[in-house]
Antibody, heavy 122, light 108 residues
Framework: EVQLEESGGGLVQPGGSLRLSCAAS????????MHWVRQAPGKGLLWVAR????????NYADSVKGRFTISRDNAKNTVYLQMRSLRVEDTAVYFC???????????????WGQGSLVTVSS | SYVLLQPPSVAVAPGKTARITCGGD??????VHWYQQKPGQAPLLVIY???DRPSGIPERFSGSNSGDMATLTISRVEVGDEADYYC???????????FGGGTKLTVL
């Protein structure tokens, strides 16, 4: 059974840093690109970042470029999201998600974690 | 960057047909995926590649994509279909995933 479990969320002050983790199980982790998607309270889904199979390629939403870094450790079946210079508007539930195929782009998200809440507030 | 536009809300009576639209410039040239999200839950894929349905999703859910509009159609709507629905495409020019703003389906 495919499972994705996020951790690392919490309360952080504006300008602070936080690292989210997403532990994967039930599939060949190193075969799949992995993504982070966030959802501000009462708002819609917003894509954040993606990383390729070996961690050598990453793409980001314009709103987080230069502040967030996505990475992965295939030995630990885990994808990370390092968040720096956090802003109040980064407050959201952060989901990790797997695409349905081993290719690079255009695929749907077939599995999602339950999300980790990040609150940026003073 | 590419933009997908969805109506904020759609309301339909039980047993009727709901149509949720997702507008984008020449969206028919892209593959559109649809997700259902209920309160406090992660999104669930209900339609992928415009028209395909994952196993376990009722046949009442269908999709289409033509011109500048993709549509998610839910036939014989049930109370349990009440949720937020999001469309999703890949913007190859920007190397970014794009979601529509979401549509809240209310079953009257």
């Amino acid at each position: 059974e495919v499972q994705l479990e996020e951790s690392g969320g919490g309360l952080v002050q504006p300008g602070g840093s936080l690292r989210l983790s997403c532990a994967a199980s039930g599939f060949e982790f190193n075969f799949y690109w992995m993504h982070w998607v966030r959802q501000a309270p009462g708002k819609g889904l917003l894509w954040v970042a993606r990383v390729n199979r070996d961690g050598s390629i990453a793409n980001y939403a314009d709103s987080v470029k230069g502040r967030f870094t996505i990475s992965r450790d295939n030995a630990k079946n885990t994808v990370y999201l390092q968040m720096r210079s956090l802003r109040v508007e980064d407050t959201a539930v952060y989901f990790c998600a797997r695409v349905s195929d081993t290719g690079s782009s255009g695929f749907p998200f077939d599995y999602w974690g339950q999300g980790s809440l990040v609150t940026v507030s003073s | 960057s590419y933009v997908l536009l969805q109506p904020p809300s759609v309301a339909v009576a039980p047993g009727k047909t709901a149509r949720i639209t997702c507008g984008g410039d020449n969206v028919e040239a892209k593959s559109v995926h649809w997700y259902q999200q209920k309160p406090g839950q992660a999104p669930l894929l209900v339609i992928y590649y415009d028209t395909d349905r994952p196993s376990g999703i009722p046949e009442r859910f269908s999709g289409s994509n033509s011109g500048d509009m993709a549509t998610l159609t839910i036939s014989r709507v049930e109370v349990g279909d009440e949720a937020d629905y999001y469309c999703h495409v890949w913007d190859r020019d920007a190397d970014q995933v794009v979601f529509g703003g979401g549509t809240k389906l209310t079953v009257l």
